[in-house]
């Protein structure tokens, strides 16, 4: 089976490097550049599965980047995740219209990276996991966009959660979340720590929502018994 391919750019040395030796112990084929222009050359001669860019970059931002490559038709409808340390409101929108569909924000951690590329490159065979959870954001408002009373790859670190209109990255969050078979919800502070968002019917099998990060639990070892009893389980 081959493996995955994606294309990584950021022009700083170290996230180069962090990102690409993740990327390459989690078995994808990583092709790395530090700018833009370079990363155009190997989009022009290679397919790619998935496309990750910094926002942020000399010469050519990430967002001119994407316009340029949505250009090439082997990279037309290719993923592109946009990583981003600043909540820029019309930096994101403009990138939207470029064809952007996922934003991570900045510190990246590997949890939400492992999430992320589960559900852009293995969507279809995401577990579905049945968690109740009720969202509170801005001084205890209720998030009531969740699309059904499931997520996505629940784990210690985070969830993710299907809705059409994600909150943005680096928002905190309250959350409420009601296990099967356990007489009391568990209560936790989070981050969304990416979204992900449909331009077009291209994409219409990645599935809209937000990656949750978990920031606190009030009892983890409630959670970490339920995922390994296999109770989620089809």
């Not at 924000?105 to 992320?116: C, D, G, N, R, V």
């Not at 995401?126 to 954001?137: G, H, T, W």
């Not at 905190?172 to 009601?178: C, F, P, Q, T, Y």
Request: with cysteine; hydrophobic share 40%.
């Amino acid at each position: 089976m081959m493996k995955k391919r994606i294309l990584l750019i950021d022009d700083s040395p170290f996230m180069l490097k962090v990102v690409s030796d993740l990327l390459t112990d989690l078995d994808y084929d990583v092709e790395a550049s530090d700018n833009s222009r370079d990363a155009l050359a190997k989009a022009s001669e290679c397919r790619f599965d998935l496309i990750m860019t910094d926002m942020n970059m000399p010469e050519m931002d990430g967002i001119a980047f994407a316009q340029e490559v949505r250009h090439y038709p082997n990279c037309r409808f290719v993923p592109i995740v946009m990583i981003s340390g600043e909540k820029n409101d019309e930096k994101i929108a403009r990138a939207k219209k470029m064809g952007v569909s996922t934003f991570l924000s900045k510190p990246l951690k590997e949890a939400q990276i492992k999430t992320m590329l589960h559900i852009m490159l293995n969507k279809r065979s995401a577990p579905r996991i049945p968690v109740k959870l009720e969202v509170f954001y801005d001084f205890n408002k209720l998030f009531t966009n969740v699309k059904a009373a499931y997520t996505f790859n629940v784990s210690m670190g985070g969830m993710f959660v299907e809705t059409d209109t994600p909150l943005e990255p680096g928002l905190d969050l309250e959350l409420k979340l009601s296990l099967p078979e356990e007489a009391s919800p568990l209560m936790g502070q989070g981050r969304v720590a990416w979204i992900n968002e449909v331009p077009s019917p291209d994409h219409a099998d990645h599935p809209q929502g937000m990656g949750v990060e978990f920031l606190s639990l009030e009892n983890e070892k409630v959670l970490q018994s339920f995922l390994h009893s296999g109770l989620w389980k089809r």
